[in-house]
């Protein structure tokens, strides 16, 4: 089984999207970010949708997570190869 890695600065809660289960790649997350002062944002790292751009009003610790859990489990989308080559 492969280790996770170290999460990013700021990082303080990540979801394995529905893709990243099926390809067993921890990469392919919903992470929540903290920025401080009751901000939170959020990002999926397999489609690249962003929680700003979802319907939700407010940014608080649990809308967000709500938004993260969600997006996690239904997302399939694959990350483009870093190197732009087809796979």
């Known amino acids: 089984m492969e ?3 170290a ?21 392919m997350t919903v992470d929540i970010r903290d920025h401080g002062s009751g901000d939170f944002d959020g990002r999926c790292h397999g489609c690249g949708e962003m929680f700003e751009d979802s319907p939700y009003i407010s940014n608080d610790m649990m809308t967000v997570r709500h938004w993260a859990q969600e997006h996690a489990e239904k997302c399939r989308a694959m990350p483009k190869p870093s190197d732009g080559k087809a796979v």
Do not use: F
């Not at 700021?10 to 790649?25: E, M, S, W």
């Open 3 to 5: 280790r996770p890695t």
């Open 7 to 27: 999460w990013p600065e700021g990082v303080i809660a990540r979801y394995l999207t529905d893709a990243g289960k099926a390809l067993a790649d921890p990469s």
